[in-house]
């Protein structure tokens, strides 16, 4: 209530003034035909004027705050990974027994173009995603994302995840991957509809994984090369990889 008010007013003394102003002009000048042809030209370039304030001027302003917002969140991306992400898509990785045809087009390099990240996104929206439940060691799961729970926690806390709506999703995925490995209290005795169960869980989050790990690479390719560098030699699906330079 009290903003709309001072709006109002300020409109209102905005006015007075501008009126103030052109009475001033014809005391003066005893000149009231000059007053009204300046006054109709203004009014004629006000349309033009706002179409170029509001739409034009606005819109470039708001792309340039949505671009240093997405930089930001890129960070936190970017943090994301080093602390929990990496580590989960080499497990992950590890357990998937098609990831052999799919690691060839994971193998991201200084030579990769735009049309390299347009066809792997495709071909990852088509992966059928598998893990074999009684491989992964499940109590050791749960005491990693335990341990991780403050940062995840911290990370949802961040305001900028309203502009990211799949890292958004691949928070609450693996959140709920933590929800679901914490209400069992013996993981080492589940039933083979449970284990299925949480094999589901597993693949929503290791899905999302890749395509935010791939979306993330695109970004530092384009921007930060000294970052893409590294990411590349820490790349979580070569067996190979090595932060250290030949």
């Not at 009290?2 to 002009?25: E, P």
């Not at 960070?75 to 497990?91: A, K």
């Not at 499940?138 to 502009?163: I, W």
């Not at 791939?214 to 390719?221: A, N, P, Q, R």
Request: a negative charge.
């Amino acid at each position: 209530m009290l903003d709309k008010r001072w709006t109002l007013s300020l409109a209102v003394i905005l006015i007075a003034l501008s009126a103030a102003l052109y009475v001033l002009h014809f005391v003066v000048f005893q000149d009231a035909h000059h007053i009204w042809i300046y006054l109709v030209g203004d009014l004629a370039f006000l349309p033009v004027e706002v179409l170029l304030v509001t739409l034009i001027l606005h819109r470039l302003l708001e792309a340039r705050d949505r671009k240093i917002k997405m930089e930001k969140l890129n960070m936190v991306i970017g943090t994301f990974f080093s602390t929990v992400g990496t580590y989960l898509l080499t497990y992950f990785s590890d357990h998937d027994p098609h990831m052999p045809d799919l690691k060839k087009n994971l193998m991201i390099s200084d030579s990769w173009s735009e049309q390299d990240f347009v066809r792997v996104s495709a071909i990852l929206s088509r992966y059928s995603c598998e893990v074999t439940p009684g491989e992964i060691d499940l109590p050791a799961l749960k005491v990693f994302l335990s341990t991780k729970e403050d940062f995840l926690v911290r990370m949802l806390e961040n305001p900028l995840l309203l502009e990211h709506e799949s890292f958004t999703s691949l928070l609450q995925a693996v959140f709920h991957l933590r929800d679901e490995l914490q209400h069992r209290k013996d993981l080492t005795a589940l039933t083979e509809n449970d284990r299925q169960h949480l094999a589901g869980d597993i693949c929503r989050a290791y899905k999302l994984l890749i395509s935010q790990w791939v979306e993330y690479m695109h970004h530092l390719k384009g921007n930060y090369p000294y970052l893409f560098s590294l990411a590349v030699r820490t790349n979580p699906f070569d067996e190979q990889a090595s932060a250290m330079i030949p």
